[in-house]
């Protein structure tokens, strides 16, 4: 199945709200904002989610000034408001040189939240905005999601290249090695008669393959968390 007839059934989803912490809008200076997106067909607040598991755990954790959010991967305008918002100390709706480096920025996604990843860091650099970190977890773009924009300081790609299954880039470089550092491209195996985590519905286990048990994989998040982590402190 072609990428193409992928993006093509899977925008098919209805919106949603991002699920978003309770009366953020502009941040501290000096503040972490993380932003997750989900793939497919998924909602931003399901707490089944690999992306949304994360986004709790981290705010669990009660790190002052981290604000952990989710949002769908078609969310791009309210994802991108959000981090204007964050940024926008003057109130007129646009980030302005001197608020560009008022909070830190990271985002992270899988499968076509991978892909908007990507997206949404090319757009904040043509606004001079920079973002700390960006991870890719099995990720489907129409765009370049395999080429990191130079607003980005570092980057890292997680994929798998199982068959009967959809697959994400497996190879990310940046634009310019001397100002974005690749973490990494990481591939992931999940044998067919492995012993394999598998998402919780029955449709996902038959359909998604090597796909859906990477969105699954409790280690896999757990190491995308500690990233995420090391590069708010």
Known sequence: MSRQFLLLWLLAAGSRAY??????????EGSTLILGFTGGM?????????VRRVALAIRAMGLPGVYAETFEHYRHREARRRVVAALD???NRRVDGEERGRVKII????SLGGGEVVRLARELGKNGVAVEL????????????????????????????????????DY??????????????????????????????????VLGGGHARMEADPLLWAQIQALIVESIR
């Open 19 to 28: 699920a978003g912490q309770e009366g953020a809008a502009l941040l501290p």
């Open 42 to 50: 998924d909602r931003a607040d399901d707490p089944e989610r690999g």
């Open 89 to 91: 100390a003057n109130g």
């Open 107 to 110: 985002l992270y996604g899988q």
């Open 134 to 169: 960006t991870v890719q977890v099995d990720s489907v773009s129409l765009g370049r999601d395999g080429r990191i924009p130079p607003n980005v300081r570092r980057a890292v790609n997680f994929y798998q290249k199982e068959r009967l299954t959809f697959r994400g880039e």
């Open 172 to 205: 990310i470089q940046a634009e310019d090695a001397q100002r974005t550092k690749i973490l990494g491209n990481f591939r992931f195996r999940y044998p067919l008669l492995g012993l394999n985590p598998a998402p919780e519905l029955s449709w996902r286990r």
